[in-house]
């Protein structure tokens, strides 16, 4: 149980356009969901909190603006990375929780890797 | 915000070698978790911790909920070569059971 699918797993795109991943709780329902981004041999950053039916939350220093997320449903969450730079690219990781109380596990997406061109 | 400070940074080990793995915290954690990664992947959980001094095993890893709620260690024991990834401790503190703070994750190589 709680698989969360993420896609595309790559994807190389031109400076200047944008780029959405897609996050799915396939066996369970998720209210909140999170959107992490790791660089090379570092540990996750927390980029921003998914909410169903309402804004995203966003972290310090994360631009709302260029990084859109959208989550529309109770199974799927949007990342939408705009008018994408060299500097965008990275391993973007989505997570959902089974919301079973406080505490509850976090269970991740196989991630995106993004290459800017 | 909320640190944890994850150690060793990377092992390099023999296989059937046994491991361990800490990460402490100057705050209280109210529930501590261990995931692993392999590369190209997204973490995948080994082990949850709910309460203080709780020991709990998931085949030949192990881990414990410091008494004190202030730290955690995960033990491998008879490494094997799948063994290989980063192993990531994570918590949720007193103050925020929403947002998980990771550690930096300890990079594990083992030798056949």
């Known amino acids: 149980g709680a698989v969360v699918s993420q896609h595309p797993s790559w994807v190389i795109c031109k400076s200047g356009t944008s780029v959405k991943i897609e996050c799915r709780s396939l066996?369970?329902?998720?209210?909140?969901m999170f959107w992490y981004r790791q660089f090379p041999k570092q540990s996750l950053m927390l980029m921003a909190t998914?909410?169903?039916?309402?804004?995203?939350?966003?972290e310090q220093g994360v631009e709302k603006d260029k990084f859109l997320i959208n989550h529309a449903s109770l199974t799927l969450s949007t990342l939408t990375v705009t008018s994408a730079h060299p500097e965008d690219s990275s391993f973007y990781i989505c997570s959902a929780r089974t919301d079973r109380g406080p505490g509850s596990p976090l269970h991740f997406g196989n991630g995106t890797r993004l290459t800017v061109t | 915000g909320q640190q944890l400070n994850q150690s060793p940074q990377s092992m390099f080990i023999q296989e059937g070698e046994d491991v361990s793995m800490n990460c402490t915290s100057s705050s209280i954690f109210n529930t501590w978790l261990w995931y692993k990664q392999d590369p190209g992947e997204g973490p995948v959980l080994l082990i949850a911790l709910y309460k203080a001094g709780e020991l709990t095993s998931n085949g030949r890893l192990t881990a414990q909920f410091g008494i004190t709620r202030k730290d955690s260690f995960l033990n491998i024991s008879a490494s094997i070569p799948s063994d290989v990834g980063i192993y990531f401790c994570a918590g949720y503190s007193g103050g925020s059971n929403y947002k998980l703070t990771f550690g930096k994750g300890t990079l594990l190589t083992v030798n056949p």
């Open positions: 998914s909410n169903e039916g309402s804004k995203a939350t966003y």
């Open positions: 066996d369970f329902q998720a209210t909140t």
